[in-house]
């Protein structure tokens, strides 16, 4: 048996019930990050007519998301014909419209549309958000290519550093993990000191979206890191239970999946966060609430 603490408590991961024999129990619970991912840049409005494409739309989405308990909106926007834009301008009043009529993180999307170009990406920075996505590694895409060389990906690393920025470190592959470890390994920490990922898994072209291979990357990730997990289409529900399982955190929304059930469309973003803070809440992790994503991640105070 294991010494008693001073204060004569077991041990931290053991079980403290009377006369229980000493036992591994299961690790501090902790709150769920949910993270909605509402609009994308994949699915056409007139295909999805819920897909929040106008800032009004966006809005009202962000607001009803945060009641349903998210915490964290990953933004991808449109222009006036609901094409996929990386607009400076727009970018920058988006931002600051999610601040004012919400108190969600505003993670912008440096990934866009596949056919955006590394400069327009990377000037994304500059609309100031409190977060951004960043993929590291290029991923075949369906029939596209999404596009991350080591030397872009480095650009924008640095630049999150020099501006301030809290980026999500997105994993589509496992290869992707390795150059999580060596961007980690040649530029150091990132803003706010803490590391979080985001597995993307079930892309046609990425790593498949199950349990096993949920459980795979996350052995994979660097001492300390806090993950999400997303799983794209009909790989939905399984990454969603197979992450709360292991301790991780999740994302939802539009971006990911348009289906609710099999033959069933998502009639908005918050009927899928509302699901998620339902299973969260089943999994006696709770969803967190902004203040409390922002101590996770290390997002400073709005500027
Ligand atoms: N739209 C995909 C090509 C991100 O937002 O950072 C890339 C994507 C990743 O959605
Ligand atoms: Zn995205």
Redesign the pocket.
């Known amino acids: 048996m294991t010494n008693p603490t001073p204060a004569g408590r077991p041990a931290a991961g053991q079980d403290d019930r009377p006369g229980q024999a000493a036992r591994p129990r299961a690790p501090a619970q902790h709150g769920t990050l949910i993270t909605v991912a509402p609009t ?3 699915s056409l409005k007139s295909a999805v007519p819920a897909l929040p494409v106008t800032l009004d739309e966006l809005v009202t989405t962000a607001k009803e998301c945060q009641a349903a308990g998210a915490a964290v909106i ?1 933004v ?1 926007i449109r222009d006036d014909r609901a094409q996929p834009t990386l607009d400076l301008a727009r970018l920058t009043d988006t931002v600051a419209a999610l601040r004012e009529s919400t108190d969600l993180i505003v993670q912008l ?6 056919t955006d170009g590394f400069a327009s990406r990377l000037a994304v920075l500059d609309a100031a958000p409190d977060a951004c ?1 960043l ?1 590291c590694g290029t991923v075949n ?1 369906g029939d596209e290519v ?1 596009s991350n060389p080591w030397p872009f990906i480095r650009d924008l690393y640095a630049r999150t550093k020099e501006l301030g920025v809290v980026p999500e470190f ?1 994993l589509f592959d496992l290869g992707h993990v390795a150059t999580l470890h060596r961007l980690l390994g040649d530029l150091g920490a990132p803003h706010g000191g803490h590391v979080h990922c985001d597995l993307v898994m079930g892309v046609p072209g990425g790593m498949p979206g199950n349990a096993a291979t949920l459980v795979q990357a996350v052995s994979a990730l660097p001492p300390g890191a806090t993950w999400s997990a997303t799983g794209i289409g009909r790989t939905t529900l399984p990454v969603m239970f197979a992450a709360l399982s292991a301790g991780g955190h999740l994302r939802v929304g539009m ?1 990911d999946t348009v289906s609710f059930a099999r033959g069933r469309p998502v009639t908005s973003n918050a009927e899928l966060v509302e699901r998620a803070a339902a299973l969260a809440e089943l999994a006696q992790r709770p969803p967190m609430r902004p203040d409390e994503a922002r101590t996770l991640l290390g997002v400073s105070g709005r500027r």
């Open positions: 994308g840049a994949e990953h991808h999307s440096t990934g866009g549309a596949v996505s993929t895409f999404f997105e971006e």
